[in-house]
């Protein structure tokens, strides 16, 4: 079979002119597809509804906790509403038999190892729609494959869940590639169906996640429902007191905020039944209402357009319905007393713009843009503590736009999270009175900074069935990816909370210093001359059907008129371990695309505009002073948001994990015998087309 690279078609389109076409074309099928939901009248699911793993022991990995999972079908109620209960796939603990979607949650502590035994029991077909026309997901490669990955865990790579590590129920492993060789290493001897993944746990605190990583299938099983929560804890937050009374609030008022949009069938069709999860599996294309660009012969190229897959993958999968810890616009009361929420974007391609606010007295289900909310103090990101708090107040104001109705990427925002971003926030609610609503709210546009208006639902939106988009949204109901959920104040149960936002912002801008020493290494030395500098770039092209696809680059062509590279290709990031890098990623796109790094958290050193604007020329220099990162983008991070025109610089050193076994090199060719992770856009419709390429260390 040839490779895809050999049919690949290219070229390079300046990112303004592509965020141009993207808003000007659309059609009907992927909008509004839910059915009308009242808001806020389920709540929450915290810890507890979402169970926490229950660990076991196992003479062959001694000091390890061990969870024996499963990778299963079950249904759940994802709102009252819903027509029926959801199909989801998700992962099941072995020990209790419950599954839960985003479960089991695992506790782990730094340095003490956890095994992951994961059995994949998944039926053969899929509950969405399978584009059997994208690398490694031919026909005939079997649908029900999976590999398990943990995010921004610090692991092996033969238990990192790469693309190519996946298998299935009975044990087929990958070999959609001649050249991939046995790149399934993880496998338990006489269980096929059966893979360990051992992880050290040597990362200071921190909310990461384990979701599925299959080659061609990731988009679709992380949205079917294979993530769930994996927190990592150690001493050092938990042991910062002010008065004797703990600093960081404890377990009993912390809750997760996944968030993630979905879309739900109204009624049966062939791809499931009434309440299922809906996927966009058309690629629309057609007329002035298109969602996507088709690639033409002015673009240098003659598309297939008469024989696109059928079903296709998209570019990028904007849902109607915001769903919160699996229930879609969910209430959670609060006491008037300091919570912990650890916020997780957990969405295909969404980003969200958060902010609090009292709700309306005269609009029900309505933010009072005029009465703010308390403020977030946000402690951590995905790289763990922060150096300094940073104190997010919600301020009553849209979301900073250009004169082209695009977001400024310069901000300022309030907390604005792209997909596989967290945030570790601390949120006082001592001072909101007994008995008041507070609405939850999301003004990011979709795509972002270039938003199309009909991914925005909101209550009164513009009726834009004419382009293709949704009718108005009546107040009280869904479809709204603004109004995502409502807490409600109760009064105290118990003693009150002995420290007030001030008092906790004080103790903070003392503490959190100290505690990032404590939790890091020391920060790394972009001026440091024995780091290695290299260009990279983020390319916007087309398949060969014609399809938009995004695809990461170096500075040097390998194809005609584009930087970008494909997945497949030869690596072209391979390091010596402990090597310092410097990276300057050029985004020659119309999109920001949050990058996310495999093995290593990385620090952001800044980032400048340049010259993209002559077609195939793009020169790598930055055209601006470099602007220092934002306040919550200092200290570690493993996704960052790289914005259009942008050069975002980024430094790592590419260090690998210490564990009480030998880690042999990847056996696939071209891998230079050394260890394979990716490094990839954490759109999951870019990194599944094309957006990912190997990262390789040589121990
Ligand atoms: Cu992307």
Request: glycine share 8%; net charge negative.
């Amino acid at each position: 079979m040839p490779t895809r690279r050999e049919f690949i078609k290219t070229t390079l389109v300046a990112g303004t002119a592509v965020a141009l076409f993207r808003c000007a074309e659309g059609r009907v099928w992927a909008y509004a597809q839910s059915p009308k939901l009242r808001k806020f009248v389920a709540p929450l699911p915290g810890l507890g509804d979402i169970p926490v793993a229950a660990a076991g022991t196992d003479p062959a990995y001694p000091g390890a906790d061990i969870y024996t999972l499963s990778a299963q079908q079950f249904t759940q109620r994802l709102h009252p509403d819903l027509p029926g209960p959801t199909r989801l796939w998700g992962y099941t603990d072995q020990t209790t038999g419950k599954s839960v979607y985003l479960g089991p949650i695992i506790v782990a502590q730094r340095g003490k190892p956890v095994v992951i035994r994961m059995t994949n029991n998944l039926p053969p077909t899929h509950i969405l729609p399978v584009d059997t026309s994208i690398m490694g997901a031919e026909p005939g490669v079997p649908v029900n494959r999976i590999s398990l990955h943990l995010h921004g865990g610090l692991v092996p790579w033969t238990s990192d869940g790469g693309p190519f590590a996946w298998y299935t129920p009975t044990g087929v492993v990958d070999a959609t590639d001649g050249s991939a060789g046995p790149s399934f290493l993880n496998g338990v001897p006489g269980s096929p169906g059966v893979a360990d993944y051992y992880y050290p746990n040597d990362q200071s605190e921190r909310l990461v996640w384990y979701h599925d990583h299959a080659m061609g299938v990731t988009r679709l099983n992380a949205y079917a429902g294979l993530a769930a929560g994996y927190l990592i804890t150690d001493s050092v937050l938990s042991a910062m007191q002010v008065d004797n009374a703990p600093l960081i609030p404890g377990l009993a008022y912390t809750m997760p905020l996944v968030l993630q949009d979905k879309a739900f069938k109204q009624s049966a069709d062939k791809y499931g039944r009434a309440g299922d999860l809906f996927y966009p599996y058309e690629y629309e294309h057609d007329g002035k209402t298109a969602r996507w660009d088709l690639g033409d012969p002015s673009d240098g190229f003659s598309p297939a357009s008469d024989s696109l897959p059928s079903p296709s993958c998209v570019p990028e999968a904007f849902l109607d319905t915001p769903i919160i810890n699996g229930m879609a616009y969910p209430y959670v009361e609060v006491e008037p007393r300091r919570y912990r929420f650890f916020a997780l974007n957990g969405s295909q391609a969404r980003f969200y713009h958060l902010q609090l606010y009292y709700e309306s007295t005269l609009n029900p289900g309505e933010p009072d843009f005029g009465r703010p909310g308390p403020a977030f103090i946000q402690i951590g990101s995905e790289g763990g503590v922060l150096p300094q708090p940073v104190v997010f107040n919600n301020p009553p104001v849209q979301i900073p736009t250009n004169c082209d109705g695009s977001v400024n990427t310069d901000g300022p925002f309030n907390l604005l999270l792209a997909p596989a971003e967290r945030a570790d926030l601390i949120i006082d609610f001592s001072s909101v009175p007994p008995g008041s609503n507070l609405i939850f709210y999301n003004d990011a546009p979709a795509p972002f900074p270039m938003g199309d208006p009909r991914n925005d639902y909101f209550t009164g939106c513009p009726d834009q069935t004419a382009s293709g988009g949704a009718p108005s949204t009546q107040a009280g109901y869904g479809p709204n990816t603004r109004t995502l959920m409502q807490f409600r104040t109760i009064a105290l149960k118990g003693a009150a909370d002995p420290l007030n936002f001030d008092a906790t912002l004080q103790a903070l801008m003392s503490q959190l210093p100290a505690a990032y020493k404590a939790s890091h290494e020391p920060d790394l030395d972009s001026a440091d001359p024995h780091a290695q500098r290299e260009i990279k770039t983020l390319n916007e092209d087309y398949d060969e059907y014609g399809r938009l696809i995004q695809r990461v680059g170096t500075d040097s062509a390998k194809y005609a008129d584009s930087y970008g590279r494909n997945y497949m290709d030869d690596p072209t990031e391979i390091y010596d371990e402990d090597q310092l890098v410097v990276w300057d990623v050029y985004n020659t796109t119309g999109d920001t695309h949050p990058m996310h790094f495999h093995l290593v958290n990385v620090q952001v050193v800044g980032r400048a505009t340049f010259d993209a604007s002559i077609p195939n020329i793009v020169e790598f220099v930055p055209t601006s002073p470099w602007i220092p990162p934002d306040p919550n983008y200092r200290g570690w991070k493993e996704t960052v948001r790289m914005n259009p025109g942008e050069v975002t610089r980024v430094i790592m050193k590419m260090s690998l994990p210490d564990v009480p076994f030998h880690v042999p090199g990847s056996p696939r060719a071209g891998m230079q015998n050394g260890h394979e992770y990716v490094w990839h856009c954490h759109i999951l419709e870019h990194e599944e087309h094309d957006m990912m390429r190997p990262l390789i260390i040589r121990p």
